[in-house]
């Protein structure tokens, strides 16, 4: 079994006064390739990761947006989720919301054929989570209803430069709106190997195992969830990941 990274063989870097440790972003290869080995060679299950991710995501709202803290009476919050992974992990996101005394709403306008994600869909109907048939092209009253928004549409495994309808047009309502955006793991526009240039411009990112290259820039608060990764793997891709505190399953970077 592989022991632990030790910190100082992993690259540093000044900080002012402070040494630091470089956080190596992942390509959306690598990231490909790192979910085929934990399917293939260690035996996860892909309902498990993306359990494991919906949940950490959750965590990370909560952290981030705590229900004290919220703007509005009612803990409203959106949940727009894509037909592929990233909208699994919504969905499992807002079934653990509900858990933790949020009142989620889905817009979920394709939903995928897969029976994973059916599940997922099953659940959160069985919690009494509404969905909603459209989301509303006025923007203010997604401003009015809810508190933010959770961008779990397009993820990882998007064409960012072919990006179809009804998600186009989301995204152009997306751009406009007042309350706080939350995207999961690569926000929906972005190519994951680039700083967006003209897409939607989240407060919060929630980075799932590695953060991927488009986060490099990125300047809002950034969470890093799925505290799962085996060391041989970290090593292997040299991802130099940040020690998580105690037993925390997320962290903020």
């Not at 699994?88 to 029976?115: M, N, Q, W």
């Not at 152009?172 to 939350?182: A, S």
């Not at 972005?190 to 990125?218: H, R, T, Y």
Request: charged share 20%; net charge negative.
């Amino acid at each position: 079994m592989a022991s632990a990274p030790d910190p100082l063989s992993r690259p540093i870097m000044w900080r002012g006064n402070i040494l630091c440790v470089c956080l190596l972003p992942a390509s959306k290869g690598d990231a490909a390739a790192i979910e085929t080995e934990l399917l293939r060679d260690y035996k996860f299950g892909q309902q498990q990761l993306i359990e494991l991710w919906g949940q950490a995501c959750a965590l990370a709202i909560t952290k981030a947006y705590p229900l004290s803290a919220l703007s509005k009476k009612q803990p409203t919050v959106l949940v727009i989720c894509g037909p592929d992974q990233n909208g699994s992990i919504g969905l499992v996101c807002a079934r653990h919301l509900r858990i933790f005394d949020y009142e989620p709403t889905i817009y979920h306008p394709k939903r995928s054929s897969h029976s994973l994600h059916q599940d997922f869909t099953i659940q959160c109907e069985k919690m009494d989570i509404p969905f909603l048939s459209y989301l509303p092209t006025e923007v203010q009253l997604i401003n009015d209803a809810y508190n933010l928004v959770i961008d779990a549409m397009l993820g990882l495994e998007a064409d960012s430069s072919n990006i179809k309808e009804p998600y186009s047009g989301i995204l152009v309502t997306l751009k406009q709106i007042k309350i706080p955006i939350v995207s999961v793991d690569v926000p929906s526009g972005w190519d994951a190997d680039e700083p967006s240039q003209d897409g939607i411009n989240p407060e919060v990112l929630i980075s799932l195992m590695a953060p991927k290259k488009c986060a490099l820039n990125f300047s809002g608060k950034h969470f890093l969830a799925g505290r799962f990764l085996p060391y041989d793997i970290q090593k292997k891709y040299e991802l130099n990941l940040p020690d998580y505190a105690g037993t925390d399953c997320l962290l903020e970077l």
